[in-house]
Every structure is written in C-alpha cells, then in structure tokens.
C-alpha cells in the first residue's frame, strides 16, 4: 500500500519547525509538538485558548480512570482503565485593549513554532493585530523538565510594536478540562488555595480516587498589579502587566505537579507533599530550569545520537524519534510503562501493549539500561494482576494482559484480551534481551525467575497436546497478525512459548548453581516442583512448529497455506484501513495478514534461522501483507536488508522515522506512534546497521542505502559504548568506553578495543 507524505514542516538537522498556522493541521501539529519527561506529558495546544478544532490533551504516567463493561461470559473483563485528561497547568488567557486573544478569532501573522531537540524547549511567535489598529509580538515557551519529573515551566513574553498601555494575563491551573474520548469531566476539587505566593489545587478522579496536586507560582518583573482567582475547577491569577513600545513585558511560571495513586495517603498528606516541592524549587526561576534542560538534552545526544549524512529529512526524523523515546521514557519513576500514544495523545486509551517489550525495549536496552530495567520493573510489579488474570480464564501462573495502564487488562475485545497469547512471551524475551546485554543476572534472580516460573505456569496450562499428532501447541488463539481470529498453533505463539520453557528451565539452573539458597526460598515460597520442570522440558520438546519442509516456510497456523487468496494489491485504496471498510468477519478469511508474525520471531530469534530460510518465508508472506499497523514496515525493512533487496528495505524504511512528521497514516492528530518510533531506530541499526543481539555476540553485517553518504550509531554494551560509522567502502567500530568487546562482523569474529577497527562493506548479494 503506498503511503504518501503531507509534507508542511520545515526541514532542520535539530528542530521541528513550522511556519504559518493552518487550522486543518493544527491537531496534527499539537502531537508532534507534544513535551514530555515519562512522568507528565502536554500536546503542543495553545495555552491561550482556542477556539477552532483542538486537543487540549495534559497526562501523567499510570493516572488513570474506570468505566464499566457490560460482560456476560467468564473470563472476559468486567472494567477497563484509561489514562485520564488531567489538569490545564499551562491555562492562560491574554486581553490587551479589551480583546482577548484567540487564533480562531484574533487577526495576528509571522506565526512560528518550533521545538529544539537540543534544547528540550517549545517557542511559538506570532505578531497579533489588535482590532484598535495597534500590534504586538507574542512569545511563548514551554517546557516539561527532563530533571525534575515534578516540575513545568512556561514562559510569556509581549513586545508591544505600536503601543503603550497594560496586558492582563490570567493564568492558572485548570481541573474543569474534558476528556475527549469520554466526552466528560472525570475531576473533582478537593482543596484549592494559596499558601505563601503559591496558588494551588488538588483534584481527585471520580471512580479510581488517583488525585493530583498542581501548584505554581507566577513572577514578572513588568507586573504593576495582581488579583486572585478562584472559580469551578479553577485558581490562579489575573496579572497586570505594563507594556511599553518594543520593551518586552515578561511573565514566567513554575509549576509543580503531583500525581498520587496510593489510597493510604490522606488529603493533606498530598498537599502537603506538592507545597514541600514547590516551596523547595523556590527562587529556581525559569532559566534555571531551561539551564538544566539543556544540559540534559546534551548529555543525551552525546550518548545516543545518530547522524545520517545526504539524507535531510531522514535525519531530522531519527532525532525526532531518539527525542520522543527520551521525552516517553527514561527510567527515573520506575514502574510506569509506555503508552502506544505516549503522554500525547487519548487514542488507545494511554494503555501499553506488547509492543513495549517487543519494539521499545532494545532502544533502551542499547541507550538507557536504567530505562530497560525500569520497564521490565512494571511486569514484576503488577504479576500479581497477571496470576489473578490467568485464575479468570481457567489456567495457572501469569497472563499478562494485552492492554494496560495497572496491570490489569483494559481491552474490552475478548478476541484480543483472551486469545492473544503472546505477551508473557513478549515479557519473557525481553527480560532474556535485557539480561543478555546487559549482564544484570541481579534482576534476573531477585525478580525474573520468578516471572519467567509463573509465565511458565500458564503456558504449560493453557496449551494441549494434538490428539492425532501428539505434538503440544495452543488452540483458539490469535497470533501478532491479528488478521486470523481463533485458530489453532499459531507458529509464533508456539515458537516463543517453546523459547520460553527453555529459558526459564535455563534460568532456573543458572540460578541453583550460582545462588542455591536463594532459590530455595522461591521454590518454596512459589511451590516450584522438579516435575513442573520436567513437564515444561517434555512441552518444550514436543512443541508443534507447522512448516513446509519443501520450501522452508513456516506456517502461520494450522490451515494457513489451504485459505482462500487474496491478492492484496487488487483492494482499491480507498478501502483503506479495512477495519473501517470491511465488515469485521471478513478480515478473517483470507490468507491476509495485518502485520508480520512467522517474520516477527524468525527478527527475534534471527541466529537460529538461516539467510536462505528468511529469504524463503519473507518471499511468501511479504505479498500477504498489507501493513496496516504502523510497526510493520522497520521488520520488512530489517529482513529485507539482510537478504540482499537494498531497494525494498530503503522502500519499507522511507516513512519510517518520519511516519508522525509528514502524517503518513493521516492519523498523527491522535498523538505520536510512540512504539513506531522505537522501529525507526531499530530499523537503522538492525536493518542498515545488521546488528543482531540474540546469539552469544553481537553480530554485524553493516550495508548503507544509495540515498547515504555515511551514517553512525552508539550502543552500550555490557557497560562498553561502542558507535558505528558507515560508509559507501567501509564500517568503522570504535570503543569510546569500558573493556574490550568481542563481535562479529559479516560472521567473522573480532575484538574491538581502544582502537579503530575498519571492515570492508560486504553487500549481501540479492535473492
């Protein structure tokens, strides 16, 4: 399916520019210029108010509300939690000469926004012409601390061309903001004052309790005067501030948010916390704040920079994403997770899926290890919602759900929440990929063993053996394709399940031989048994893996190869996405597919399978596949490069780090792909870059699209920073830092230490 490009940002290395206000992008515009710091996020609304189509969207990690579900059958959930619009810490409203500014109504020109990767800030400038004939120009900054995860600041400044008089700013914190998806207010007001120079509230969610604190405190140098005010929902003040011809008049604003979920701290105990960390940020104005920001965002492109040299728009795509996975998350509030829309957006309700381990995690495994550690800490965190989940459907151990922002499941379709298997796995892989890397067998053996045990325990009880093959394997499922609803032995799910047992019952051994007293403890506390062992061994061993051992491809399930054709190219666009063309049964009967699946474990588990045999399957399913989620295309683009199609991989990378940038889906309004941004970058160093990470080494077999002069990437490794560069003749790896690492690059094994080590570009000859 070709996917086109609305191309209306400008170009820069280090900046997401736009110039000119087009009210038909504004909510487009208000994703990608979303701010965030894992713990709080703000789309790039307009503070001032607007009147024309907006998002006015304001979230925190793992807040969240409740609604009902109307289930008849056991095993299907009963309730479903969403991240909830929080309060407007940014609401401001601006009158100069009796009229109030509002870009729906207000005339104004030279409009401009950007936000500087480097920096972490958002400015956005616009001349406004008041209805008196005077102007002025209007400045506003933004930022979401990378520092201080509590902490906002935000910045007004008016310099007026033609004029003499007063400004009064409102600004305040807001509760009375609706959820959109909800079409409600879910905020009540418990307390709202101000103590000692600082206006302050605290709202509480009307069915889950989670409250939050917002406090601030407002400063200008220009002010000539100040009012109090207190209405529904909202506190805050009306400043006067004298304007002066081309004199800037300046308001800043610090605000500290709160978010508390635990329903054993009271009221006061939650103010009184927001006010000890307002009253400590005291005298830290607002360039203090921007200080530090910058110094963060710097050491963040030292480490995690990737530079592609005569490729513009590519470039300032992959900053963008390394941005965004910074901004969505960097382990300093352990147990959040990532939402597939991050902080900037309601669609998919701010709930995590698979993906977060699956797509997200390498990019911190390689760049962030304390971000990697912090994920996996969510699933450890919330196993007991996972053994509770697997009671409902009638098995043992752990489910994990397939959305959530808890850990319990929050998807309302039993088709997904109870047939997809594949999270535990999903859990599982990622815990072995972080350990790998890493060299962390801490985390594994306080807290891994015994989710890879209760992962164990449920896939061991929720599979059967074939009565006529006798082969162990999962019926009634849906794999990651999600285009084939209840079928049986779906080859992934089956595979990674396989993978798991294995794991586990190798981690188990690790862990007697290296901690015996420890282990004990768990067996006993967790009721681990040598037969439960032996009975994952004989699954594991027995397990059915469908495949044509003529043509060395895997089926995707059971029947799969006998389903009626479709050629996908003869589906007119303008039925596109099908879920909201077709009706829903007929996704089902064709041998379609969503997304990869058979192509997905042979990425994960690429060392065990050889070039001939992903060249063998990627040929037959790739026709079948129709792309239509965003993360798609990076594990195409991956394979295809190493299989020798440079054009088909370049093909399926094109959008990659740009899909939210130019709108490729036409559905960046809804907030960023968040989990399509972790593909970008897996799409450069695993695709172009040929880094695979699951065998004993890390394997290269660099190669570098026609478009490219040169590029480069970091890793760490085992606390060793490693960084690529590539060009049209050779690939250079240098150690920047720690021990001497030992790769290998097109399958020949090396030792990189503290000097160059320059390799031949070996292209992978075309299939």
């Not at 509590?150 to 061309?161: E, K, S, Y």
């Not at 941005?323 to 902080?343: E, R, S, V």
């Amino acid at each position: 399916m070709p996917k086109i490009a609305d191309k209306y940002l400008v170009v820069d290395p280090w900046k997401v520019v736009e110039e000119g206000f087009d009210p038909g992008r504004n909510r487009v515009s208000e994703s990608i210029f979303s701010l965030g710091n894992e713990y709080m996020g703000v789309r790039g609304y307009p503070e001032e108010g607007y009147g024309g189509d907006t998002l006015l969207g304001s979230y925190f990690n793992g807040l969240y509300e409740e609604s009902q579900v109307a289930a008849h059958y056991k095993g299907i959930i009963k309730s479903l939690r969403f991240m909830v619009n929080a309060v407007d810490w940014l609401y401001t409203r601006i009158t100069v000469d009796g009229e109030t500014l509002d870009l729906a109504a207000s005339r104004f020109s030279d409009y401009r926004r950007e936000v500087d990767f480097r920096t972490g800030i958002y400015r956005r400038e616009l001349t406004w012409h008041l209805r008196s004939g005077k102007s002025l120009k209007l400045a506003c900054e933004r930022l979401v601390s990378m520092r201080n995860s509590h902490l906002g600041g935000q910045r007004i400044t008016l310099v007026p061309v033609d004029l003499d008089g007063e400004a009064t700013i409102r600004t305040g914190l807001d509760f009375s903001v609706l959820h959109e998806d909800q079409g409600r207010r879910y905020w009540s007001v418990l307390r709202q004052e101000e103590e000692q120079g600082i206006a302050a509230i605290l709202g509480q969610t009307e069915n889950t309790g989670n409250r939050l604190f917002s406090g601030f405190r407002a400063v200008s140098l220009d002010e000539t005067g100040r009012q109090p005010v207190v209405e529904d929902g909202l506190i805050g003040y009306d400043l006067k501030l004298k304007l002066e011809q081309g004199v800037s008049a300046v308001m800043d604003k610090l605000v500290i948010n709160v978010a508390e979920k635990d329903q054993g701290l009271d009221d006061n105990a939650v103010w009184r916390q927001g006010m000890d960390l307002a009253e400590a940020i005291r005298g830290k104005g607002y360039d203090h704040a921007a200080e530090e920001q910058q110094a963060y965002w710097q050491q963040v492109w030292e480490a995690s920079d990737i530079e592609i040299a005569g490729d513009p728009d590519n470039q300032q795509g992959i900053r963008f994403c390394i941005f965004q996975m910074y901004q969505t998350y960097h382990g300093d509030n352990p147990g959040f997770n990532i939402g597939a829309k991050g902080l900037t957006g309601e669609a998919y309700r701010g709930l995590a899926f698979w993906d977060t381990e699956s797509y997200c995690l390498p990019f911190y495994i390689f760049n962030n290890p304390k971000a990697a550690k912090s994920l996996l800490e969510f699933r450890y965190k919330s196993l007991p919602h996972a053994l509770q989940r697997a009671k409902e459907l009638d098995c043992e151990g752990a489910f994990y759900p397939i959305a959530t922002i808890d850990g319990t499941e929050s998807c309302d379709l039993w088709q997904h929440s109870n047939l997809q298997l594949h999270v535990g796995t999903a859990v599982a892989y990622g815990l072995r990929h972080y350990v790998t890397i890493t060299g962390d067998t801490s985390f594994l053996h306080d807290k891994g063993v015994e989710m890879l045990i209760q992962i164990s325990r449920f896939y061991a009880t929720r599979g059967q053996f074939g009565q006529k093959s006798g082969e162990y394997g999962y019926f009634g499922v849906m794999g990651p394709d999600e285009f084939q609803l209840m079928v049986n032995n779906n080859c992934y799910i089956n595979w990674m399940a396989k993978k798991l047992f294995e794991y586990t019952l190798e981690s188990i051994q690790g862990m007697q031989d290296t901690e015996p007293e420890k282990f004990a403890l768990l067996a006993e506390r967790i009721g681990l048994t040598d037969e439960e062992q032996a009975d994952w061994k004989h699954k594991a061993d027995h397990m059915k893996i469908p495949r044509d051992e003529v043509t060395d491809v895997y089926e995707e399930h059971d029947g799969f190869f006998d389903m009626p054709h479709l050629d996908i190219h003869s589906i007119p666009v303008t039925e596109f996405p099908l879920y909201s063309h077709w009706s829903y049964d007929r996704l089902y009967r064709y041998d379609m597919i969503k997304q990869p699946d058979v192509l997905m474990f042979m990425f994960l588990y690429s060392s065990q399978f050889t070039r001939e045999e992903k060249r063998a399957n990627y040929d037959y399913y790739e026709p079948r596949c129709i792309h239509e989620s965003s993360l798609s295309p990076s594990i195409h683009s991956i394979l295809a490069a190493e299989i020798g199609r440079p054009e088909e991989a370049y093909r399926f990378f094109e959008f990659a780090t740009r899909l939210d940038l130019d709108n490729y889906n036409r559905n960046t309004r809804e907030g960023l792909h968040t989990t399509s941004i972790a593909a970008a970058w897996m799409n450069i160093v695993y695709g172009f870059g040929g880094m695979r990470s699951d065998g004993d080494k890390l394997q290269f077999a660099p190669s570098i699209p026609e478009q490219w002069t040169h590029y480069s990437f970091p890793i760490t490794f085992r606390g060793s920073r490693l960084t690529v560069e590539v060009n049209k003749d050779e690939a250079v790896f240098k150690l920047v830092s720690g021990e001497p690492m030992d790769i290998a690059v097109y399958g020949r094994s090396l030792t990189v230490d503290g000097s160059e080590l320059r390799v031949p570009l070996d292209q992978v000859k075309v299939g």
